[in-house]
């Protein structure tokens, strides 16, 4: 070093001060703030810590600002006496400010934020100083890290640090360990450096991070209220003492929403806000199903009060005979339902699952069309009498497995190809093996390999060979009681029994031109209680296969319950000799989608972080197998992929996501790995942001080709699932690469298939508009509208209105084909169809999606109405006094909700409630007309399947108080007094998410009550209708209903 460095004097104790200019800027702010808030809050902070800080700052967006330290000027800035002070009051809260202390300014109402900084609390680590709130010895053995589930040994490099810290440990097979217990603090005493070191090391947690509410100013009083038990105790304060010091910041807040309500309203009484319970996500069913409906709950109700129901009723739009409704629906019923192609390894053939229903023969007749991707979609049709699931085996060989009676066998079907590629043929299917399980599903096969891994149900043994003689005997037990010792009790549609899935397998060869399957079949997950694929829905996108290994989701075992959900990623060696390693770190909730890159060095899966919440924003983690390295990629976009998969050449992933009511296909490259696992890695720009490929309907199946080629599945508001190929991506790749995102114009999409254009041909289905108006918190919502049958532009006609509300909550109204809800269904019967995706709908950012939390009651129907109320203005030609109403899962919610706020001024005519959820949780609350019990309406919160997602929504058990005090705010059932309108209740015997009990409860209450009603229940159907019978009584009644056409409501009418 040179002699001028070394003897340069520093001092140690010049602090770089603060322009005076600077204090009077943040004065200003102060004082400006204090002008536009009602609210200032004086607050303290337990276990300082920046990051916890700054979430908060983070969650309260919009609707606040925070200040933080620099106690001096907030105070000088709201002035110390009633001389000085900058408004009425604030001398009485500035001379409070003393230490650590920091403001918040917010219109947000007391009581909403004191709950939320109640629960507001972040465990974190302690340091040197904090008094031990627990005695922590380690015991004899590896020293392990708890930072992961399950722990794990710390590394021999980390030896010399332990030991340097005051650990005597001992080196056993590479990892250090304790040959005696180790008393690493003492509870009650304070913790030196080198205890809290060791703390963080091992990943335990003593200290937590709140914000401690200490008095709050109100602008329009200059009243100063301290807070009830509000401040830190004396062990906070310790845990306090190494604060750390944080700026103002632009802290932003979830503003109030109930001044909105008003306006929007215009009635008396603010409509009550609270949280939002759970329903369920709405998913696609099996392989020859291409829609999805989605989840809710529906209120219940009763009453003392006698409605006139019958003058509200009167409907006389009959704007379609019933007749000609069914002629409509046995169309539908009966066009075909494909699924999504699956491409051969060269690229040139895929085959798409397709089936249809036959009305007159009342069967489901089952096939697969073979596609030609290089020869504008010359197709193949085989017939599938037995059904079955089909993978490529060769290029031109199909395999189809067939579920039988105790076995299921597998059959190959060889494919010709003329050299035109004008005709396609097939060879009778040849027998190949068989396996000893009925229930053999999700099969993968590696050519070069030849591994034939599928997943069957095997009971706690793990053996499959077995599985046959352990169902014979316990048919034969002499009983047919089911014992629980846990949860799950049910789950979706069917009891928890015995048995789960699990993967495995086996040899498949082709050798002197025959295929032939080994008997020799290894289980992979034996022994180590992993499930894979995941009930209910899990299936191929739950596992994935290399040449060498196998990843794969499964429960965590340590956390498989209803009310806590944990869902980690493994790989293990595919020859069955090795034990199953975990990749995912531990911090995830869910994790799913796994999937190996080409080359079989990285694996991809998406994760989500918060527990309970299925709506979660899922994030892309990359593994690198290499480096054992994971990161993230794209980890701060606010959409949620639903499905990845790698290019050719690694480079990129390529994914499908949801984005403004589409589902859209992405590319992303991939980054370069980083030196560190990081849940939030610095990349450049161009690895933050996916680009859009697709900008219209709703793709699935993206499968990525050679040559720069994808091919994928797509479908819309007119039409089923239909096969499309991407090309140009090459130079679109390049273009990404070096930033030039104008590149998109040389993609060039083709469509394959017509599966459907002949049967909808003559249809003139409406492709549906979107519409745009500001909502709740003068947000943008988004809605669609479809013009009825016979609708023409300047026609003076008078039309009925339908507005349907989706399910969820967190769902949306995509543009995609339905078997379900389809808009043009009942666009077709002659009614303007009216789909808002109002607060709490996905695709539109997670945002927007959180908006409902402990909300149900308030911001979506702020949404419906104004959107509503726009509607009607832009469409003079709708006759609102034939308005209608429909809904299922929450959307069933909604209609039970709308039923008891008459003064939201929708004048519904009559309401359809399918699978709704007529109960909150409220214990000790009951309903009663006159002195009779209707219900309990802390039913549905201890009968539901998924319980993790009912607490997560009401932020508690249903037996706590504040959870209780929430449901109760949006609980329809308290307001059955004022139901008036007709409603039509269905439900399905089988749905476990929200059991029938929800819709038979308010029927009965409606029955009582006086109001027209009628409950249909389908004792084989779940939360959807899924058979094409039974969707066409739906159907059936649905328009009955609307349509007046129905018979005496006082009797009982089944048909």
């Avoid at 010895?137 to 490099?157: A, K």
């Avoid at 009891?495 to 031109?513: I, R, S």
Wanted: overall charge neutral; proline content about 5%.
């Amino acid at each position: 070093m040179p002699k001028s460095k070394r003897s340069k004097l520093v001092s140690l104790t010049k602090v770089s001060k603060k322009t005076k200019e600077h204090k009077n800027a943040l004065m200003n702010e102060v004082q400006t703030n204090s002008e536009k808030w009602r609210y200032c809050w004086l607050f303290e902070v337990g276990a300082m810590r920046n990051a916890h800080l700054k979430t908060v700052r983070k969650l309260w967006k919009d609707s606040a600002r925070i200040f933080f330290g620099r106690g001096a000027v907030m105070a000088k800035a709201l002035g110390t006496s009633p001389a000085e002070e900058h408004r009425l009051g604030l001398s009485k809260l500035a001379i409070q400010i003393k230490g650590q202390v920091g403001l918040l300014f917010t219109d947000t109402e007391p009581q909403e934020v004191i709950e939320w900084f109640a629960d507001f609390k972040q465990p974190d680590f302690a340091r040197a100083g904090n008094v031990a709130t627990s005695t922590v010895t380690l015991p004899v053995g590896p020293v392990l890290r708890h930072h992961s589930d399950p722990p794990e040994p710390f590394p021999h490099n980390e030896d010399p640090q332990l030991r340097k810290l005051g650990l005597t440990t001992s080196m056993v097979k590479g990892v250090p360990t304790l040959t005696a217990p180790h008393e690493l603090c003492k509870k009650g005493k304070a913790l030196t450096s080198e205890q809290a070191q060791l703390l963080k090391l091992t990943g335990v947690k003593m200290v937590t991070f709140r914000v401690a509410l200490l008095s709050r100013w109100d602008s329009t009083t200059g009243e100063v209220v301290q807070i009830e038990d509000g401040g830190l105790s004396a062990e906070e304060k310790n845990a306090a003492a190494a604060v750390e010091n944080d700026e103002d910041g632009d802290a932003e807040m979830m503003p109030s929403h109930s001044d909105l309500r008003m306006k929007a309203f215009s009635h008396s009484k603010p409509v009550s806000v609270s949280l939002r319970s759970v329903c369920i996500c709405a998913l696609l069913v099996g392989a020859w199903l291409t829609a999805a409906l989605t989840r809710t709950k529906s209120p219940l109700t009763s009453l003392d009060l006698w409605r006139e129901a019958h003058l509200q009723y009167s409907l006389d739009s009959n704007p379609v005979a019933i007749v000609e409704a069914k002629v409509f629906n046995f169309k539908k019923i009966e066009l075909g339902r494909p699924g999504a192609a699956i491409a051969n390894g060269v690229g040139d053939l895929a085959f798409v699952p397709f089936s249809k229903f036959s009305v007159e023969g009342k069967k489901n007749n089952l096939s697969v069309f073979i596609v030609s991707l290089d020869s504008k979609g010359k197709t193949l049709q085989i017939p599938l009498e037995k059904g079955g699931e089909g993978f490529w085996l060769s290029p031109l060989t199909l395999a189809i497995a067939v579920q039988g009676e105790q076995s299921s066998h597998i059959y190959a079907y060889d494919i010709s190809v003329d050299p035109g590629l004008t005709t396609l043929t097939y060879a009778p299917p040849v027998l190949i093996g068989t396996l000893p399980s009925k229930t053999t599903a999700n099969f993968r096969y590696n050519a070069d390999t030849g591994n034939l891994v599928f997943s069957a149900f095997v009971y706690s043994d793990g053996n499959l060979s077995t599985v046959a003689q352990q169902d014979k005997e316990r048919g034969e037990r002499g009983n047919s009681g089911m014992v629980f010792d846990k949860t799950y009790v049910r789950h979706w549609d069917k009891w928890e029994g015995p048995k789960d899935q699990q993967l495995f397998v086996a040899q498949l060869k082709h050798e002197n031109g025959l295929w032939a399957l080994g008997n020799d079949i290894k289980s992979l997950l034996k022994g180590t209680k992993h499930y894979s694929p995941i009930g209910p829905f899990g299936g191929l996108d739950n596992f994935d296969v290399s040449t060498t290994h196998i990843i794969y989701a499964t429960r965590d075992p340590r956390h498989s319950n209803a009310w806590e959900e944990k869902i980690n990623i493994y790989i293990v060696p595919i020859n069955g000799e090795g034990s199953p390693v975990e990749l995912t770190s531990g911090a995830q909730s869910t994790a799913g989608y796994p999937i190996f890159n080409t080359q079989g060095t990285k694996v991809a899966w998406l994760e989500q972080d918060e527990e309970g919440r299925d709506a979660d924003r899922t994030k892309i983690v990359i593994f690198d197998l290499k480096e054992k390295v994971r990161f993230r990629v794209a980890q701060h976009w606010d959409r949620s992929p639903e499905t990845i998969t790698f290019s050719k050449n690694d480079k990129f992933l390529y994914l499908t996501a949801g984005d403004e009511a589409k589902t859209k296909i992405f590319a992303l490259p991939v980054p370069a790995t980083p030196s560190h696992s990081s849940a939030n890695p610095k990349f450049d720009s161009k690895y933050s942001k996916p680009v859009a490929i697709t900008h219209s309907k709703s793709a699935s199946g993206l499968q990525v080709l050679s040559e720069g080629k994808i091919v994928f599945s797509q479908s819309s508001f007119t039409s089923p699932n239909d096969v499309f190929v991407a090309n140009g991506f090459k130079a679109f790749q390049d273009d990404i690469l070096t930033e030039n995102n104008a590149a998109i114009a040389g993609i060039s999409i083709e469509r394959i298939t017509n599966f459907s254009t002949v049967d909808l041909g003559n249809k003139d289905l409406d492709t549906g508009e979107e519409f745009w108006f500001k909502g709740a918190r003068g947000k943008r919502v988004q809605g669609w509208k479809f013009r009825p049958k016979g609708w023409k532009a300047g026609d003076v006609k008078k039309w009925p209105v339908v507005l349907i509300v989706h399910g969820g909550p967190q769902s949306a109204w995509e543009d995609q084909w339905s078997t379900r809800w389809n808009p043009n269904v009942f666009a077709q019967q002659g009614y303007f169809v009216i789909m808002i995706n109002p607060t709490g709908s996905t695709t539109f950012g997670q945002e927007f999606s959180n908006a409902i939390n402990r909300d149900w009651g308030g911001k979506p129907f702020v949404d419906l109405v104004l959107g509503w109320k726009h509607v009607l203005r832009t469409h003079p030609e709708i006759d609102a006094d034939r308005a209608l109403a429909a809904g299922a899962s929450w959307g069933g919610y909604a209609m039970n909700w709308i039923q008891g706020h008459p003064e939201y001024g929708f004048e519904f005519k009559a309401l359809v409630c399918h699978d709704g959820v007529s109960l909150l949780q409220s214990v000790h609350t009951r309903v009663f007309l006159s002195k009779t019990q209707i219900f309990d309406s802390t039913y549905l919160s201890y009968t539901t399947d998924e319980l993790s997602l009912f607490k997560h929504e009401w932020g508690g058990n249903p037996w706590d108080p504040k959870s209780r005090k929430r449901s109760n705010k949006d609980n329809p059932a308290l307001f059955v007094h004022k139901w008036s309108t007709p409603e039509l209740l269905i439900h399905g015997s089988i749905d476990y998410r929200v059991p029938e009990t929800e819709s038979i409860a308010p029927f009965q209450a409606l029955q009582q009550l006086g109001v027209p009603s009628r409950l249909i229940v389908f004792p084989d159907e779940n939360h959807w209708v899924l058979k094409q019978g039974n969707s066409l009584k739906w159907h059936y009644e649905v328009f009955k209903w609307f349509d007046h056409e129905r018979e005496d409501m006082n009797g009982t009418w089944v048909r």
